[in-house]
């Protein structure tokens, strides 16, 4: 089997979505974790990465998704969901300013917030130490 360029950088720029939506999450559950005094917050994590996944395009197209959901494909999940399904199932190109530079961007945010968080974290807990 033959695969074009187009083709081959389409499942690349995909693939590319779906790495910036996990170090968006992986961050957002970091903050989380960082910002939680107990263990138990564990669920608020949990929750939202839950509520996330559950209004998100990921399950079903938004087309078939009932009209208090028509707001899913503002979700960052459904934007990288959308962008590997065409480029999986009909090849096509993601689009840089309605997918690939959103989720660059909310990844960037994210990790820079988490990392600054983890910063902290460790400067009080050797201050904590000593």
Request: proline share 4%; charged share 10%; with cysteine.
């Amino acid at each position: 089997m033959h695969l074009s360029f187009t083709l081959c950088i389409s499942l690349v720029l995909g693939f590319f979505c779906v790495v910036f939506i996990c170090i968006a999450f992986g961050s957002l559950s970091c903050i989380i974790a960082l910002l939680s005094k107990t263990r138990s917050d564990g669920g608020l994590r949990s929750c939202c990465q839950y509520a996330t996944f559950f209004t998100s395009t990921a399950l079903m197209p938004s087309k078939q998704m009932p009209d208090w959901l028509m707001y899913s494909n503002l979700i960052p999940l459904s934007i990288c969901v959308e962008a590997f399904r065409g480029a999986i199932l009909l090849g096509q190109t993601p689009t840089w300013i309605t997918q690939l530079i959103p989720l660059l961007l909310l990844s960037l945010v994210l990790f820079i917030f988490g990392f600054v968080s983890m910063q902290k974290a460790a400067q009080t807990s050797i201050w904590e130490t000593r």
